[in-house]
């Protein structure tokens, strides 16, 4: 069973979800918002041994017309730092629109609920493509 941590990035806050091939839906898990890199890192690594993701998935920010901007080279970097950190396969996945779909309220974080969008357009998109069944 191949387990997978999705990641929405963000510069103050990474929202983090968990799913797995078998199921495949996905999960929120948490919110890492720690104030330097190396302190993100390391929250990313205690995530990493606890669950073993064999494959990290990544919403990759585009402008509506599938333009990249500022935020989608920051996210490029940080999926290859994941592949380079953790040697875990990294997908990037288009996250155009993820967090806009979530109901909150005002000043309540859903970076975790993102990721589990990506994440879960993922499983979608795989399911797809290997013309597998759609669990829903």
């Given at each position: 069973m191949e387990t997978l941590l999705g990641f929405d990035f963000g510069l103050k806050r990474i929202g983090v979800?968990?799913?797995n091939i078998l199921l495949r839906q996905a999960q929120p898990l948490t919110i890492i918002a720690a104030a330097?890199?190396?302190a993100k890192f390391a929250a990313i690594s205690d995530l990493v041994?606890?669950?073993q993701p064999q494959r990290c998935i990544v919403g990759l920010p585009l402008h509506p017309d599938g333009a990249a901007h500022e935020m989608t080279v920051r996210c490029r970097r940080f999926a290859n730092q994941l592949q380079g950190r953790y040697g875990v396969d990294t997908v990037l996945v288009d996250e155009r629109y993820s967090s806009a779909?979530?109901?909150h309220a005002r000043g309540e974080h859903v970076d975790d609920r993102s990721a589990a969008l990506i994440l879960q357009q993922y499983f979608d998109d795989f399911a797809v493509?290997?013309?597998l069944p759609?669990?829903?």
């Amino acid at each position: 069973m191949e387990t997978l941590l999705g990641f929405d990035f963000g510069l103050k806050r990474i929202g983090v979800a968990v799913g797995n091939i078998l199921l495949r839906q996905a999960q929120p898990l948490t919110i890492i918002a720690a104030a330097t890199n190396d302190a993100k890192f390391a929250a990313i690594s205690d995530l990493v041994a606890q669950w073993q993701p064999q494959r990290c998935i990544v919403g990759l920010p585009l402008h509506p017309d599938g333009a990249a901007h500022e935020m989608t080279v920051r996210c490029r970097r940080f999926a290859n730092q994941l592949q380079g950190r953790y040697g875990v396969d990294t997908v990037l996945v288009d996250e155009r629109y993820s967090s806009a779909v979530l109901p909150h309220a005002r000043g309540e974080h859903v970076d975790d609920r993102s990721a589990a969008l990506i994440l879960q357009q993922y499983f979608d998109d795989f399911a797809v493509s290997r013309q597998l069944p759609h669990n829903g």
